[in-house]
């Protein structure tokens, strides 16, 4: 039996629609915890980013779902990572950061595509 042509012209039209909306990566925001909360959940309390810059020291957190396969940032405590050797746009699938606030170039999947982004 032939497959009916309309079931397969609806779902490349899926198919192609899905691949086509790229997420875009976001900076995510996390609650501001003291010194003292944030070891208590087992964080690292000190200046993110650029060092000898001028932030404030504050609370980076350990995530629970970290190494968990991901398609999109949303579906982490943190961020979908990608594989380093990804290229921008790629289509490909990544795993949950280890913490919650990143630093550096990385790449991120969003969407199922990669992004590569530069964070201070």
Known sequence: MAP????IAVAVALAVGTLGCAEEWKLKT???LSEAECKSRGGDFYRIGIPGGSS???CNLPTKDSGAFCTSSVQCEGYCLGPDDAKHGAFTSG???EWQKLVA???YVEGWRAQHVCVD
């Open 105 to 107: 170039c990385r790449v």
């Open 56 to 58: 404030p020291p504050e």
């Open 4 to 7: 009916n042509p309309k079931f």
């Open 95 to 97: 795993k949950c950061s």
């Open 30 to 32: 996390f609650p501001e």
